[in-house]
């Protein structure tokens, strides 16, 4: 099966998952971007079988060339956009926080405690660096003594593989779900995204430190959050997962069915 990704500006990361975990299991992808080249030409020269567009495309001019060329299109919507009385008739999925599992098949070596992203300096970063904090960032550099520089976003997942644990300045489920992929412990004050009998919701900075230290400390403590992590992620939050709903969503089950067996490589 050929598929065309088109790129949104808005979520790339949704798009490039689909496009990764379709290459992933063996399909033919494309991650396609309206500015490079139209809608009708991109549909005409790559001849695909299925398109994937993040949001409504009810009217664009990529439903135009589907319709013309009669290629299935799938809509992947937010749990915040309803469709409309127009857009029933819209083949389309809803979309769940997942992992890019492509990004993170990396060696697994626990080289840091804990790591963090950031762009500008920040109290958190401050009270935690006694605990061996290690504070990373895409753009801008910051100064304090323990950040490690610049990255790009491959080398991102490479460290997120090399560390026991990320503290997450805000809440990003997306980031959550890369996190367990990679062996690494999401660390969030009053983290409502992992329930808490897999980890502790903790609620103050008092238990938040002494939880770090914890998973510092004790390797099978950790290895239990860990399991219990990836238990919860292989049940339905990654890109694998979303894009066998694509198929479900064009009646291709046996597509659907393959797809979810290629996570038995990554468990």
């Known amino acids: 099966m050929r598929i065309l990704v088109k790129s949104d500006d808005v979520n790339p990361r949704v798009m490039e998952g689909l496009h990764n975990a379709a290459f992933d299991c063996g399909f033919t992808s494309l991650i396609w971007n309206e500015r490079a080249k139209a809608s ?3 549909v005409h020269e790559f001849n695909p079988d299925l ?29 915040e956009q309803a469709l409309t009385s127009k857009e029933e008739s819209l083949k389309a999925i809803c979309y769940k926080p997942s992992a ?12 840091h405690d804990i790591i963090t992203l950031s762009e500008m300096q920040n109290r958190q970063i401050l009270k935690l660096s006694k605990l061996g904090l290690k504070c990373f960032s895409y753009n801008n550099r910051i100064s304090l003594p323990c950040y490690l520089g610049t990255v790009t976003s491959e080398e991102s997942h490479q460290l997120l593989c090399s560390s026991k644990m990320f ?8 980031l959550m779900c890369n996190c367990i992929a990679s062996d690494c412990i999401p660390m969030f004050l009053n983290n409502n995204f992992l329930t808490d009998d897999i980890l502790e919701g903790y609620r103050t900075q008092e238990s938040f430190e002494l939880g770090i230290q914890k998973v510092i400390s004790d390797d099978e403590y950790r290895a239990g ?3 219990k992590s990836r238990q919860f992620l292989f049940s339905n939050h990654t890109y694998h997962h979303r894009l066998s709903e694509v198929m479900k969503a064009i009646k291709k089950d046996e597509e659907a069915t393959s797809i979810l067996k290629r996570l038995e490589d990554y468990k």
């Open 100 to 111: 890019d599992l492509l990004k993170c098949d990396q060696d697994r070596t626990k080289e």
């Open 225 to 227: 959050i860990v399991d």
């Open 40 to 42: 009708f030409d991109i």
């Open 167 to 174: 503290l997450l300045l805000s809440e990003d489920e997306e």
């Open 51 to 79: 398109v994937i567009c993040y949001g409504s495309s009810a009217g664009s001019a990529i439903e135009s060339a589907c319709n013309n060329y009669s290629v299935d299109i799938v809509n992947v919507l937010s749990d």
